[in-house]
């Protein structure tokens, strides 16, 4: 059983930066894709972006270009750093991991196992 934790999240304004961590407990994260999401009140968990075992990253098309996900395996954490951000962007931001031999897309919030709490990010214009 992993338990993860988000953090980092706040108030930052229009053309801001935030990094957000996300930090597991209970396993090694190193077993697992790693996934961020987001989703605003009424709309969908929407897919931000992975990064695999390889360190590979994957990014959602509404991100692309102003976002990097990382992973530091020593410090079970996995990280997302978002730049010049619009208040398109508020919306609480979820991490999720996945077990990479299960079928199923990294994109899907479906196929995750496990998942924090989120962490609240707002964007002012």
């Known amino acids: 059983q992993v338990q993860l934790v988000e953090s980092g999240g706040g108030l930052v304004q229009a053309g801001g930066s935030l990094r957000l961590s996300c930090t597991a407990s209970?396993?090694?994260?190193?077993?697992?894709?790693m996934g961020w999401f987001r989703q605003a009140p009424g709309k969908e968990r929407d897919f931000v972006g992975s990064v695999n075992l390889r360190h590979f990253t994957d990014f959602g098309r509404s991100v692309k270009g102003h976002i990097r996900i990382s992973r530091d395996n020593a410090k079970n954490t996995v990280y997302l750093e978002m730049d010049d951000l619009k208040p398109d962007d508020t919306a609480s931001y979820y991490c999720?991991?996945?077990?990479?031999?299960?079928?199923?897309?990294?994109?899907?919030?479906?196929?995750?196992?496990?998942w924090g709490q989120g962490t609240r990010v707002t964007v002012s214009s």
């Open positions: 209970g396993d090694t994260l190193s077993r697992y894709v």
């Open positions: 999720g991991a996945g077990d990479p031999t299960n079928s199923g897309s990294n994109r899907d919030f479906r196929w995750y196992m496990y």
